[in-house]
Structure formats: structure tokens, C-alpha cells
């Protein structure tokens, strides 16, 4: 099982542009990153901080979610936004030529908090992203995410994610199962993992409850790797966990 640290959420002690040799002082290979810049389309300089970051550190980029608002003000994301729209659009291009200099083939676009979503104006953008995506042989993820933390967020379980991605009737747009999210809202991730495991676009993990590394909370985590071994999963997994406490997070495979 290959690891990946989401940089966005762990190592946030230090700025952004040391994570990715933190990342790689603990033994990691890999980054994934939501959007790291303020707007859709970040300066030249900007780009080339961040690239020249993750190259020099000898790690690779194997997430980024296209700009998805303001997430620490609440945002979940512009695909289903009619005033969001335009940005995501603009994102688009930015998003995959970043991906596409530095290798890294998942694309995470997060659908947006209702009220106002828009169905038909998701279905278009995530098309839109998937044919720019399919130049740099990259697939587009959709994410559901838990109501609990996230009660304005339409799409909150494995079956409303696949029914969008059923409709967009791209082949490079999967399914991004975040186990975590998943469990809270009370899916059975075993059964999920065994019915869907090889076709996944990526999987990111945290214990629930808590939110917390692996091991730290109540799921079968050392059963849910063996079975994303087991049903053929091969891609990197995003620890998309919180870090409570002073120093380096703490990771140990559960």
C-alpha cells in the first residue's frame, strides 16, 4: 500500500512551500494538495515556487483538488454554482497544466454547498475538466462528503457520487472514496471497497470518530487495507487526517 500526505491538512505548522520536504524527511514519496492559491489562476511566479518546491523535495504530486472557494470560510466547491461557475471554469485550465507538469494523474473537483446547486451546469463542468484532464491522461474525481460537517454539501454517499459520475459518461471520471466521510454517514466501507475497489479514482483515509490518523478511532483500518490490496486497488492513499499536538504528525500504518 502506497502512502500520500494531503499537505493541506497535515504539516500545516509549516509554510506551504516546506511541507513537501517535510513530507519527504518522514519517509513519503508523495503529496496531494487541495487548491493551494487564493484564486483560479495563480501568477506565473506563484506556479513555479510551488513546483520548484515539490521537485526539489523528490517527492511527487499525485492529488489536487481544482479550486474549490474559500474552504476555510465554508466553501465545498464551484462545478454546481451558477456564481461559482465562472471561476471553476477559469480554474480548469491552470489546474491540469499544474498537474500535468509535475505527473500527477487525480483531479479533485468538489460538486459545492447548496442552496441553488445546479444538476445540468455540474454534469457540463465536469465534462469540461474531464476532456482537458484526458490531454494529460489524468482523471477527474468526485468526492462525497459528510453531512455532519458539511449539512449544505448535495452529495453525501457513494450512490449519489456514482450516479453523477454515471451521468457525466466520461471514462476518465471516478469515484474519490474518502473513507472517513463515508463511515460517518454510515455506509459500510468493507462492501463499498469490495464491490468497487479496482475502479476507484483515489481513496483518502481518517479514523472516525475524531477525524484522526488510522488506528485512532473505531474503523477496521488493517481489514480495510488488506481489502483495497485484495480487490486491486494500486494507487496512492491520501491521509487526509488531523494532526492534534506540537512536533510532526504521527503516522504509523494501522
Not at 184 to 191: F, H, I, P, Q, S
Request: charged share 20%; proline share 6%; aromatic share 8%.
Amino acid at each position: 500500500m502506497r502512502f500520500s500526505v494531503n499537505a493541506s491538512i497535515l504539516l500545516t505548522g509549516l509554510p506551504l512551500l516546506e511541507r513537501p520536504a517535510a513530507a519527504a524527511k518522514h519517509g513519503f514519496d508523495a503529496i496531494e494538495l487541495w487548491w493551494p492559491f487564493d484564486g483560479p489562476d495563480p501568477s506565473g511566479a506563484e506556479l513555479a515556487a510551488l513546483r520548484g518546491a515539490i521537485r526539489d523535495a523528490g517527492v511527487r504530486l499525485t492529488g489536487l483538488n481544482f479550486d474549490a472557494g474559500d474552504m476555510a470560510a465554508g466553501e465545498r466547491g464551484l462545478l454546481a454554482r451558477p456564481d461559482g461557475s465562472g471561476r471553476f471554469r477559469a480554474n480548469v485550465g491552470p489546474a491540469v497544466r499544474l498537474a500535468g507538469e509535475l505527473g500527477c494523474t487525480v483531479l479533485n473537483a468538489l460538486y459545492g454547498n447548496g442552496p441553488g446547486t445546479d444538476r445540468e451546469l455540474a454534469v457540463a463542468n465536469l465534462r469540461r475538466a474531464a476532456d482537458a484532464a484526458a490531454g494529460i491522461g489524468a482523471t477527474v474525481v468526485v468526492e462525497a462528503l459528510n453531512s455532519h460537517e458539511n449539512p449544505h454539501y448535495p452529495i453525501t454517499s457513494s450512490a449519489a457520487a456514482f450516479a453523477l459520475i454515471d451521468e457525466v459518461d466520461r471514462e476518465n471520471v471516478a469515484f474519490l472514496a474518502d473513507l472517513y466521510h463515508l463511515h460517518r454517514m454510515g455506509e459500510d466501507v468493507l462492501a463499498l471497497i469490495d464491490r468497487h475497489g479496482a475502479s476507484l479514482g483515489h481513496v483518502q483515509v481518517a479514523d472516525d470518530p475524531g477525524r484522526g490518523r488510522p488506528g485512532s478511532g473505531d474503523m477496521p483500518y488493517p481489514e480495510i487495507f488488506a481489502r483495497l490490496s485484495a480487490a486491486g486497488y494500486r494507487g496512492h492513499v491520501g491521509l487526509e487526517y488531523r494532526h492534534e499536538g506540537p512536533g510532526a504528525f504521527d503516522w504509523r500504518h494501522a
